[in-house]
């Protein structure tokens, strides 16, 4: 028997209360199971359990090594169950959540590759940009953009989101020539406030390395960067935000980037998923592919 049968050996003794019934569950004799526990007291040099004539009681090492030995073995049988999974194809539903603007630009063409490449997969896409209760609400994995502040979530970096500065070329030929970001103090700024409801100031990092905060007007405020962008390619006003949001608009030319060579911040996309939900190998492999997909995403 290796370390592992040990362990196994030393839960079902713990679960049963005594060494006879570890037997009966694991159909070995009492003494091949009191051997085993002694052998693996010898190796830890330590007492795991208090013998009776009726039944053993744990040691404070012994319940300290037993919710080790449980998570272990638990993750070796999903280790294995994942790898069978992999063996042949992968299969079941995947339930997820993601935010509304960035799913309508990204998620379209990266989910119909990942779903050719896996035909028995299903996916279950909740676009939206409120905060879903992963655990409560059934899912198994969400996308999330910004910082995870105080979460018991479990996450994994996707990649990092630049913020570009932009405005179309009306409102530039109205207000500029912006030659330095000086000459964009105070101009009219449509400002995003975020899940928090409070509006952000202008914030940039120059070439040199040095932040300076710029003082604009806000004239219209929004909590969702489509209608900020709509407004901005209106000529209402200098927009900043997360690259994907202005990516169309740039291309198009209904608006034109400003200060290319300026640090305007950036956000991050993140995996995240509850942390008493086992990553199933499907979701697993997603969140594989979003990184592999997403990587070099918004270079600036």
């Known amino acids: 028997m290796g370390q592992f049968e040990d362990m196994s050996v030393f839960i079902e003794i713990a679960r049963a209360e ?9 159909g070995l004799a009492p003494s091949a ?16 359990v208090s013998r009776t004539t009726r039944q053993v ?35 079941g539903k995947i339930y997820l959540a993601a ?11 990266i989910l119909s590759e990942f779903m050719l490449q896996n035909p028995e997969i299903e996916i279950d896409v909740d676009m939206s940009d409120r905060i ?21 979530l479990i996450a994994r970096k996707i990649a990092d989101i630049p913020a570009y500065l932009a405005a179309s070329p009306e409102f530039i030929k109205k207000h500029g020539p912006f030659r330095t970001i000086d ?8 400002i995003y406030t975020g899940a928090t409801g409070k ?42 935000t997360p690259c994907f949001i202005l990516q169309e608009a740039l291309d198009n030319g209904h608006l034109t980037r400003l200060f290319e060579d300026h640090n305007w911040g950036k956000t991050t996309l993140q995996a995240v998923w509850p942390p008493t939900r086992h990553i199933t190998a499907r ?17 600036p």
Request: hydrophobic share 45%; proline share 3%; aromatic share 6%.
């Open 57 to 91: 009681s744990l040691t404070e090492a012994g319940r300290t090594y037993l919710a080790h030995a449980e998570r272990i073995l638990s993750e070796v049988e999903e280790a294995n169950s994942d790898i069978a999974q992999l063996r042949s194809s992968l299969s």
């Open 199 to 240: 509006a952000e100031n202008f914030s940039v990092k120059l070439p040199g390395g040095a932040r300076q905060n710029l003082p604009v007007r806000s004239v219209f405020q929004s909590n969702n960067g489509d209608l900020l962008r709509a407004m901005a390619e209106r000529g209402h006003g200098l927009i900043r």
């Open 18 to 26: 005594g060494i006879t019934g570890a037997a009966e569950r694991m």
């Open 132 to 152: 879903v209760d992963l655990a409560a609400e059934g899912f198994n994995l969400a996308l999330r953009i910004g910082n995870l502040d105080d979460s018991i």
């Open 99 to 109: 935010p509304l603007s960035f799913g309508l630009v990204h998620l379209p063409d």
């Open 33 to 48: 199971v009191s051997r085993r526990l002694k052998d693996l007291e010898a190796r830890l040099g330590t007492q795991l």
């Open 183 to 190: 000459d964009l103090r105070n101009k009219p700024a449509l």
């Open 283 to 299: 979701t697993r492999a997603l969140i594989d592919f979003f990184v592999a997909r997403f990587n070099g995403l918004a270079a």
